[in-house]
């Protein structure tokens, strides 16, 4: 099955500061999403973007398909970003495929 | 607008106890429906997935099973716990029939199941 391999596994950063997260993955997808894990497990999907680039605030993500990668920037960090980040695409098997996710931490 | 609800938030169970967890979705149907587990914080796992009333397809072998008695309504059981089905478990829905094309996913809130 297709692989999501996401980097780096853990970040820690001072507020203010700005991160990019990667997230490489194995086999041509029609879908890649990414979601936030705070603190007390809640996911929130925060884009829908199997290719292209979309910004929503402070975040943006940029996914180039025929390359088999995505990046989700964060600027101006705040210590309501910490989290862990995971990226979920799917292939050919229909499903939703997580990866390992990376680990945020925003110090103030 | 949809929600999902899931609970409850915390469960401790004895080894070899049953379990029931219930998900429902409100404001949308005939949704996809998923069951998710999350060990240590990473790396979510597929455990159950339905497209429909009364149709399930597992995705790992396990002691657990899952049941969809209505639309909107999924359940994930057990008839006897082992120390491994500890974890974080998620709900989660989505459109009918459009994953592949790209609609987006929803999580409930988790079940954090500590099996003692």
């Known amino acids: 099955g297709i692989q999501v391999e996401q980097s780096p596994p853990d970040l820690i950063l001072q507020e203010g500061a700005n991160s990019t997260l990667r997230c490489n993955f194995s086999?041509?997808?029609?879908?890649l999403q990414w979601f936030h894990q705070n603190p007390w497990g809640q996911l929130i999907n925060l884009f829908y973007?199997?290719?292209g680039t979309k910004q929503n605030g402070r975040l943006s993500a940029t996914t180039v398909a025929t390359e088999r990668y995505s990046l989700l920037y964060i600027s101006s960090s705040q210590t309501t970003d910490s989290g862990v980040y995971f990226c979920?695409?799917?292939?050919?098997?229909?499903?939703?495929?997580f990866g390992q996710g990376t680990r945020l931490t925003i110090n103030p | 607008s949809q929600t999902i609800h899931q609970w409850p938030a915390t469960l401790v169970q004895p080894v070899g106890s049953p379990l029931s967890l219930e998900c429902t979705v409100e404001?949308?149907?005939?949704?996809?429906l998923y069951w998710y587990r999350q060990a240590a914080g990473r790396g979510l796992q597929l455990l159950f997935y339905?497209?429909?009333?009364?149709?399930i397809s597992s995705e790992v072998p396990q002691n657990l099973s899952a049941s969809r008695p209505q639309d909107r309504q999924f359940i994930l059981s057990s008839k006897k716990l082992l120390l491994s089905d500890s974890g974080f478990y998620l709900c989660?829905?989505?459109?009918?029939?459009?994953?592949?094309?790209?609609?987006?996913?929803?999580f409930g809130s988790g079940t954090q199941l500590s099996v003692l």
């Open positions: 989660a829905w989505n459109l009918s029939g459009r994953q592949a094309r790209g609609e987006k996913l929803f």
């Open positions: 086999d041509s997808v029609n879908n």
């Open positions: 973007i199997p290719s």
């Open positions: 979920a695409v799917v292939g050919g098997a229909q499903k939703l495929v």
């Open positions: 404001g949308t149907s005939n949704p996809n």
């Open positions: 339905s497209v429909g009333i009364g149709q």
